[in-house]
């Protein structure tokens, strides 16, 4: 069975395999991290001011990228990001003060939240996007999505291994956690060996075609659609996976590795989620799959706080992991099909930079609101807070349609 869509060139491999090799490492990451600054002896609040700053960040570097993206040379872009993964990976193993890790933290390319806010995904997308067909464009990103799902689930159950592997072999919890980012590092050089097998630029995108400023007559609709993401990645910000890892150490005294893998069942749904959206999305419509699969699970994440018991929060979690990122694989293709082929790169970069600065604000508000109370207050505001963005997606975009619908 041919897992790729017929029309998809071999760049789409080559992504592919890259979009998985980072997800195991951001999943991955997403546990240890908070795991690994508890053990340092920092508090709620400071892993939230961290990722923070991971997330702006990664949201200054996708602003460049924004404007770079027109007329600069996506490989050469994708190679430079590898090469920064590289580097955060070793300078978080070889320092352990606040100041230096949170230096670290804004300028490298760590990944705290369940889905991929780096500058790495508006470069990927925008290749994507040249090397598919309309029609087979969103089942390209649902799958595109799947993997980084299936691959990021994975890396959340691998967080367990260092805590085992240090128990069983009697080193240092803390010298082991260190070891990991390196193998962080070494996923960065990996992924740039990878990328120098893709092609210097685009078949259907000639230089002579760049627009001169990155956006034309799509303008308006890209700024509308990233003023609504900034309000989805504001509230995603508030219960981002390291700060949800905090709160169930907190409120039910779990393990880091039943700490992973409740978050390795919650990124297998959600891998499972992306092929339906695929389908739904040919029967209803991009803009109507993003809002009703979106809104039951900002339900489940208002009643998260109000669980009883792990159990129940853990069904919660499930119903979230399946449903709250349906509309990732759509709102891709959305956004690529709404504008001009040209505008692709700038407008899936510009998209993704509120969504990013949006998404760094919230942890430092969720670590203060969890340092404050134990209640889950993050989770609370931040399912409302989607439920509206929701709403005001659908008032305002449900008569705007890609080509093929």
Not at 48 to 76: D, M, N, W
Not at 187 to 215: C, F, H, N, Q, T
Request: overall charge positive; proline content about 7%; glycine content about 8%.
């Amino acid at each position: 069975m041919r897992f790729l869509p017929v029309s998809a060139g071999p760049a789409a491999r080559l992504l592919f395999v890259t979009r998985g090799a980072r997800a195991v490492a951001d999943g991955c990451m997403a546990v240890v991290m908070p795991a690994y600054l508890l053990m340092l002896g920092f508090d709620a609040v400071h892993v939230g001011v961290l990722t923070t700053a991971t997330l702006l960040g990664s949201a200054s570097l996708t602003l460049i990228v924004g404007f770079k993206a027109h007329a600069a040379p996506l490989r050469a872009m994708l190679l430079g990001m590898a090469a920064l993964m590289a580097a955060t990976g070793i300078g978080f193993a070889a320092v352990q003060e606040f100041w230096p890790l949170l230096v670290v933290a804004f300028v490298g390319t760590l990944n705290p939240s369940s889905g991929d806010v780096s500058a790495f995904l508006p470069l990927e997308q925008s290749l994507l996007s040249h090397a598919i067909a309309d029609t087979d464009r969103t089942d390209l990103f649902a799958r595109y999505s799947l993997v980084g799902s299936l691959c990021g689930a994975l890396g959340t159950l691998a967080a367990a291994v260092p805590d085992w592997f240090a128990r069983a072999s009697g080193i240092d919890p803390l010298t082991v956690f260190r070891g990991v980012f390196l193998v962080y590092a070494a996923v960065g050089a990996s992924v740039a060996l990878i990328y120098r097998r893709l092609p210097r630029a685009p078949a259907d995108a000639p230089e002579a075609e760049k627009p001169k400023s990155g956006l034309g007559p799509s303008r308006g609709i890209v700024y509308k659609l990233a003023a609504l993401f900034s309000v989805d990645s504001f509230a995603g910000g508030l219960a981002t996976q390291s700060l949800l890892v905090v709160w169930l150490f907190a409120t039910f005294g779990i393990s880091v590795a039943s700490a992973a893998q409740i978050l390795f069942w919650m990124g297998l749904l959600t891998a499972i989620s992306y092929l339906l959206a695929a389908r739904i999305a040919r029967r209803i419509g991009l803009v109507n799959t993003m809002v009703f699969t979106h809104l039951p699970a900002n339900f489940a994440m208002m009643a998260l706080p109000f669980a009883p018991n792990l159990g129940v929060a853990i069904v919660l979690l499930l119903i979230r992991g399946f449903l709250s990122s349906m509309d990732v694989p759509v709102r891709t293709s959305y956004v690529l099909a709404v504008v001009t082929p040209p505008e692709r790169p700038a407008a899936a970069s510009l998209t993704a930079v509120p969504r990013s600065l949006a998404a760094a604000v919230g942890p430092s508000l969720g670590g203060v609101l969890l340092g404050l109370s134990p209640f889950g207050w993050p989770f609370l505001l931040g399912g409302a807070l989607k439920a509206v963005y929701d709403v005001s997606l659908l008032a305002l975009f449900r008569g705007v349609r890609p080509p093929e619908e």
